[in-house]
């Protein structure tokens, strides 16, 4: 085995808690002994913190950033970190976006790994929002004494028919429980990492100061995928009854009254521009982006952690309508998912149908399974599984690899072979 050398004293910058133990009646006020935990190590910037995956978190953990593990990660523990910097986290505070922040948000940009075109062309939305009035947006920011630590931009108005007609919203949103007005979409976020636990408080902050109750987010193809995505819910997108895309033969005429008519023109200046206005509700075009949605109630209330290692192998539907089960559970988060298959995921391999003269999947088309983002939100790998180690909760894999799990879910499906023997 490889062993890493002891760092110099001048390198070292964490310092690790061990052991912790709390009456159960005092439990909330543990974060009260992390100012005196890094007082006594004043050289340190990080606190780090471990814990078995199938322990539940504490109200200790709920401040500390949970760090991502590498899918050859056998350690039986999480980890987590959390920078002393968090704890200037009760002077946060969350207002309108200023002149005087545009400066810092543009280095918070490109400290991101922002392009320079991209920081350009957000920059001007972001200003364009924070100095006119009749901008179709609205910019926060999130400071810290004067230091800008987060930004977001959200859009006034969102094409409401549209997002019905294309996605199965309704089956996650009472809509009748919000008002029309009430609706918005996140344009662009960006927050210093120290600062990603605080993302809940930054979303409830913008719907409560915008007087919206329910915040959208769409995934187009080069989309980055934000800090803030965990705290959202994938809406499935809706499956059209035909086979090649047209539009809709309409046999209704859409009839407006003149006094719709007069008052639209009277309004025109002042009407609030919708945010997808050009999308039409009524085409048969399944949507080409992904749809994410929270909701003032949702970000009431953290999601429960669940740290299991949860291994499924095959990409057949049943193993991926398991992964997508796990992750539209509105008050779990699981951080821990691993899909294991020859190929990875069917669209990686079979890029259009006509490429391909297997069946096809009943319940996934591409385009679905490329909207689920399951690269994004669980560990894919491309491998297969030769054996099971069930003493020690082991799956080996055909290059050697060694995967831990804590729940297994076999899902290799039916698949036929008499197409690869010819």
């Given amino acids: 085995m490889h062993t890493i050398p002891d760092p110099t004293e001048s390198a070292k910058n964490a310092f690790a808690v061990t052991l912790y133990c709390m009456e159960s009646m005092f439990d909330c006020r543990s974060k009260d002994f992390l100012k005196y935990a890094f007082d006594l190590f004043p050289d340190r910037d990080y606190l780090i913190v471990t814990q078995p995956h199938t322990i539940a978190e504490n109200t200790l953990l709920n401040k500390f950033s949970l760090v991502p593990k590498k899918s050859e990660n056998t350690f039986s523990h999480v980890l987590y970190v959390l920078h002393r910097d968090q704890l200037f986290e009760q002077d946060m505070a969350l207002t309108r976006t200023t002149k005087a922040d545009l400066d810092q948000i543009k280095t918070l940009i490109e400290s991101s790994g922002t392009d320079e075109e991209a920081t350009a062309d957000i920059m001007k939305q972001i200003t364009n929002a924070a100095t006119s009035f009749a901008s179709a947006n609205l910019s926060f920011s999130a400071r810290i004494d004067n230091t800008v630590i987060a930004t977001f931009l959200i859009s006034k108005d969102v094409n409401l028919d549209y997002y019905i007609s294309h996605f199965h919203i309704q089956d996650q949103i009472l809509l009748s429980e919000h008002e029309r007005k009430g609706h918005t979409r996140l344009l662009y976020s960006t927050c210093n990492p120290i600062f990603e636990k605080s993302t809940r408080f930054f979303l409830k902050e ?58 639209d023109d009277a309004d025109k200046d002042f009407k609030v521009p919708v945010d997808g206005g050009d999308r039409k509700a009524d085409d048969e075009t399944e949507s080409p982006f992904a749809l994410c949605f929270t909701s003032k109630k949702l970000l009431s209330e953290a999601k429960i952690v669940k740290n299991a290692r949860i291994v499924i192998i095959g990409a057949s539907d049943t193993g991926i309508s398991f992964a997508e089960a796990l992750l539209t559970i509105t008050y779990l988060q699981f951080t821990n998912i ?73 899902a290799m499906g039916i698949q036929e072979k008499t197409l690869d023997s010819l």
């Fill in 206 to 263: 913008i719907l409560r100061l915008s007087g919206k109750t329910l915040l959208y987010f769409e995934v187009q193809a080069k989309t980055v995928i934000p800090t803030i995505f965990h705290e959202l819910i994938h809406v499935r997108s809706r499956r059209f009854p035909h086979l090649v895309d047209r539009k809709w033969d309409h046999e209704r005429a859409e009839i407006q009254s003149a006094s719709t008519e007069i008052e």
């Fill in 338 to 410: 691993t899909l294991i298959a020859p190929g990875g995921l069917p669209h990686h391999n079979l890029p259009t149908k006509k490429s391909n003269l297997k069946t096809q999947s009943t319940s996934y088309t591409n385009e679905e399974l490329q909207k689920l983002m399951l690269e994004s939100r669980i560990c894919v790998l491309d491998a297969r599984m030769v054996d099971i180690d069930r003493s020690d909760k082991n799956v080996i894999l055909d290059d050697g690899r060694v995967v831990p799990y804590d729940t297994l879910i076999l």
